[in-house]
């Protein structure tokens, strides 16, 4: 079993910073990719942005220039800087891993909350 534990969300003022972590243990082999996706009330869930067991990112086109994904290998934890946040990036924020190549694990969600 993976469990997945998120923390690092909030309120924060619209221009703000936000840095969302995600640890993952239990049994960890094989871990492929990590990364962010949002949900918005009444809005599908979408990709904010994801990064390689080798480092190479994807991010969203909301997400660039202004989001920066990363990891921790040996910690097995992937983050999200979020910088100049504004309101339409309220939402929750769920991260993921893949393990191999098709098992994919879930985190709870962590609630960021952007006031205009």
């Known amino acids: 079993q993976v469990q997945l534990v998120e923390s690092g969300g909030g309120l924060v003022q619209a221009g703000g910073s936000l840095r969302l972590s995600c640890a993952a243990s239990?049994?960890?082999?094989?871990?492929?990719?990590m990364g962010w996706y949002r949900q918005a009330p009444g809005k599908q869930r979408g990709l904010v942005a994801s990064?390689?067991?080798?480092?190479?990112?994807n991010y969203s086109d909301s997400a660039k220039g202004r989001f920066t994904i990363s990891r921790d290998n040996a910690q097995n934890t992937v983050y999200l800087q979020m910088n100049n946040l504004k309101p339409e990036d309220a939402a929750v924020y769920y991260c993921?891993?893949?393990?191999?190549?098709?098992?994919?694990?879930w985190g709870q969600g962590t609630q960021v909350t952007v006031s205009s």
């Open positions: 239990g049994r960890i082999s094989n871990l492929n990719a």
């Open positions: 990064i390689t067991s080798s480092g190479s990112t």
């Open positions: 993921y891993v893949r393990l191999g190549y098709t098992r994919n694990y």
